[in-house]
C-alpha cells in the first residue's frame, strides 16, 4: 500500500520519499513511482529551478553584504520545497507565498529583472519602491505579494479559494505557504477552519525548516508533526521529505489534484531545514547548534541529491551543474546590472494607488515634500 493509500494518521506522521539522501530510490515502490511519473524533461526543470534559486540567492546576499540592497532572506535548503511545489501548480492557480517562495514565482515565469527591481526598490518595481525587498509581486503570473506579518497570508489563501469556488472556477487552486512559525499564529486556526468547513480549493504548504527565527520545532508546537493539525480542521494532512523535490512535487500534485477534482483542501508539511540565517539580519550560530546545521548543509542538501539521480539515470552530466549554475550566475549578474542602473521611484508617484483621485490633503502634503530641500543618504555620496 503506497503513502497515500494509508490512512489519515499515517499520511500526518510518515514521512513521504522517493530519493534518499544518497542520491538513490528509496525502495522499489519508489523506482516505480520514478519511472512512471518523472521525465527528463521535468527532471531537468526540477534541478535547474533549484540552481536558479541557490544562485540568486547568493548573488542578493553578496549585494546586501556590500550596501547596495538593504535586506535578504534566502531559501538555501530549502530549494527542493519551493521548486517541488512551484512545478506542482498550473498557469491558471493562484500563489500566495511567505519569505522564501520566491522561487515558486520565478519558476511561473516572473522574471529576474522584475524581482530584482522590487529589491533594489527602483522605479521598475511593480509596487513603486514601497516594500521591503524580498516582497516581489507578479499580477501576470497570480503571484501574490507576500505579508511580513507571519500568517496574514493564510487566510488570504483561503479566501482567494473559496472564491474560484463561490464563483465557479472549476479546476483552478490557491497555493497558500507558510513556516512552521506560521502554525503557531491564530491566522492559520481561522484559515484552516475556514479551508475546512467551506471545503476550498487550496493546497496550504507549511515549510517546516525547524527554526521560527530563534525557535526552534520542539518550542513551537508538542503535536507529534504539523501535519497532524490538520485532522482537527476536517482536512487531510499529508508530509514528505522536503528536501526531496521529486518527492515534494508528487505529494503537492496529489493535493492540487483533489482540489482540482472539487474534493477539498489539503495541508501539507515539508520537512526541511534553515541551513542559512533567518535573514540577513540573523546571526544563528547565536541559538543552535551548527555542527547539525552542517549535515543539512551537505549530506542532506537537496540539489546534491537530485544531481546523484540525474546522472546515474543519465539526465545530468557529471560537471554540468557547474556549467549551468555559470549561465543561470551570468543572467543575474546581467539583471542587476541592468536594476541598478535604473532611478529610484519618482518622488510623485508616492501618493499613487491609495485612491482612485489623490484627496486635496495628499496634494497638499506632496506638494510640501516636493517642495522640501533633498538630502542624500550616507551610502549614495
Given at each position: 500500500?503506497?503513502?497515500?493509500?494509508?490512512?489519515?494518521?499515517?499520511?500526518?506522521?510518515?514521512?513521504?520519499?522517493?530519493?534518499?539522501?544518497?542520491?538513490?530510490?528509496?525502495?522499489?515502490?519508489?523506482?516505480?513511482?520514478?519511472?512512471?511519473?518523472?521525465?527528463?524533461?521535468?527532471?531537468?526543470?526540477?534541478?535547474?529551478?533549484?540552481?536558479?534559486?541557490?544562485?540568486?540567492?547568493?548573488?542578493?546576499?553578496?549585494?546586501?553584504?556590500?550596501?547596495?540592497?538593504?535586506?535578504?532572506?534566502?531559501?538555501?535548503?530549502?530549494e527542493a520545497a519551493v521548486v517541488g511545489?512551484?512545478?506542482?501548480?498550473?498557469?491558471?492557480?493562484?500563489?500566495?507565498?511567505?519569505?522564501?517562495?520566491?522561487?515558486?514565482?520565478?519558476?511561473?515565469?516572473?522574471?529576474?529583472?522584475?524581482?530584482?527591481?522590487?529589491?533594489?526598490?527602483?522605479?521598475?518595481?511593480?509596487?513603486?519602491?514601497?516594500?521591503?525587498?524580498?516582497?516581489?509581486?507578479?499580477?501576470?503570473?497570480?503571484?501574490?505579494?507576500?505579508?511580513?506579518?507571519?500568517?496574514?497570508?493564510?487566510?488570504?489563501?483561503?479566501?482567494?479559494?473559496?472564491?474560484?469556488?463561490?464563483?465557479?472556477?472549476r479546476g483552478k487552486v490557491c497555493f497558500?505557504?507558510?513556516?512552521?512559525?506560521?502554525?503557531?499564529?491564530?491566522?492559520?486556526?481561522?484559515?484552516?477552519?475556514?479551508?475546512?468547513?467551506?471545503?476550498?480549493?487550496?493546497?496550504?504548504?507549511?515549510?517546516?525548516?525547524?527554526?521560527?527565527?530563534?525557535?526552534?520545532?520542539?518550542?513551537?508546537?508538542?503535536?507529534?508533526?504539523?501535519?497532524s493539525k490538520a485532522a482537527g480542521y476536517?482536512?487531510?494532512?499529508?508530509?514528505?521529505?522536503?528536501?526531496?523535490?521529486?518527492?515534494?512535487?508528487?505529494?503537492?500534485?496529489?493535493?492540487?489534484?483533489?482540489?482540482?477534482?472539487?474534493?477539498?483542501?489539503?495541508?501539507?508539511?515539508?520537512?526541511?531545514?534553515?541551513?542559512?540565517?533567518?535573514?540577513?539580519?540573523?546571526?544563528?550560530?547565536?541559538?543552535?547548534?551548527?555542527?547539525?546545521?552542517?549535515?543539512?548543509?551537505?549530506?542532506?542538501?537537496?540539489?546534491?541529491?537530485?544531481?546523484?539521480?540525474?546522472?546515474?539515470?543519465?539526465?545530468?552530466?557529471?560537471?554540468?551543474?557547474?556549467?549551468?549554475?555559470?549561465?543561470?550566475?551570468?543572467?543575474?549578474?546581467?539583471?542587476?546590472?541592468?536594476?541598478?542602473?535604473?532611478?529610484?521611484?519618482?518622488?510623485?508617484?508616492?501618493?499613487?494607488?491609495?485612491?482612485?483621485?489623490?484627496?486635496?490633503?495628499?496634494?497638499?502634503?506632496?506638494?510640501?515634500?516636493?517642495?522640501?530641500?533633498?538630502?542624500?543618504?550616507?551610502?549614495?555620496?
Open positions: 500500500m503506497g503513502y497515500f493509500d494509508g490512512d489519515d494518521e499515517a499520511k500526518a506522521h510518515g514521512l513521504y520519499q522517493l530519493i534518499g539522501e544518497d542520491g538513490t530510490p528509496v525502495d522499489a515502490a519508489a523506482v516505480a513511482d520514478l519511472d512512471r511519473s518523472l521525465d527528463r524533461g521535468l527532471a531537468r526543470r526540477l534541478f535547474e529551478g533549484m540552481v536558479r534559486i541557490r544562485v540568486t540567492d547568493a548573488r542578493m546576499m553578496a549585494l546586501q553584504r556590500q550596501g547596495r540592497i538593504g535586506f535578504y532572506g534566502e531559501a538555501m535548503g530549502q511545489s512551484a512545478a506542482a501548480s498550473e498557469p491558471q492557480d493562484w500563489i500566495v507565498p511567505a519569505l522564501r517562495e520566491a522561487g515558486v514565482g520565478l519558476y511561473r515565469g516572473m522574471t529576474l529583472d522584475s524581482y530584482i527591481a522590487q529589491i533594489f526598490g527602483n522605479a521598475a518595481d511593480p509596487s513603486k519602491g514601497r516594500q521591503l525587498p524580498c516582497h516581489p509581486c507578479d499580477r501576470d503570473h497570480h503571484y501574490v505579494v507576500m505579508s511580513s506579518c507571519v500568517s496574514t497570508q493564510i487566510p488570504h489563501a483561503v479566501g482567494i479559494a473559496m472564491a474560484m469556488k463561490i464563483s465557479g472556477d497558500g505557504f507558510m513556516g512552521d512559525g506560521g502554525t503557531s499564529e491564530p491566522d492559520f486556526h481561522v484559515a484552516l477552519n475556514f479551508a475546512g468547513v467551506s471545503r476550498a480549493p487550496c493546497v496550504l504548504i507549511c515549510q517546516n525548516n525547524q527554526w521560527a527565527i530563534s525557535t526552534p520545532g520542539h518550542v513551537q508546537t508538542a503535536a507529534a508533526s504539523i501535519a476536517g482536512m487531510e494532512g499529508i508530509r514528505a521529505d522536503g528536501n526531496d523535490v521529486v518527492a515534494v512535487h508528487h505529494a503537492v500534485k496529489y493535493a492540487a489534484d483533489k482540489a482540482r477534482r472539487g474534493d477539498g483542501p489539503t495541508f501539507v508539511e515539508l520537512l526541511t531545514y534553515r541551513v542559512s540565517a533567518h535573514s540577513s539580519s540573523d546571526d544563528p550560530s547565536r541559538y543552535r547548534d551548527e555542527s547539525v546545521t552542517e549535515v543539512w548543509r551537505g549530506a542532506r542538501d537537496p540539489i546534491r541529491r537530485l544531481e546523484v539521480y540525474l546522472i546515474a539515470r543519465g539526465w545530468l552530466a557529471a560537471g554540468e551543474r557547474d556549467a549551468i549554475a555559470q549561465q543561470l550566475e551570468a543572467e543575474v549578474r546581467d539583471a542587476i546590472a541592468r536594476q541598478e542602473a535604473i532611478a529610484l521611484p519618482a518622488l510623485e508617484t508616492l501618493i499613487d494607488d491609495v485612491y482612485e483621485q489623490p484627496t486635496q490633503l495628499l496634494r497638499e502634503q506632496l506638494a510640501e515634500l516636493v517642495a522640501a530641500p533633498r538630502v542624500r543618504a550616507p551610502h549614495q555620496h
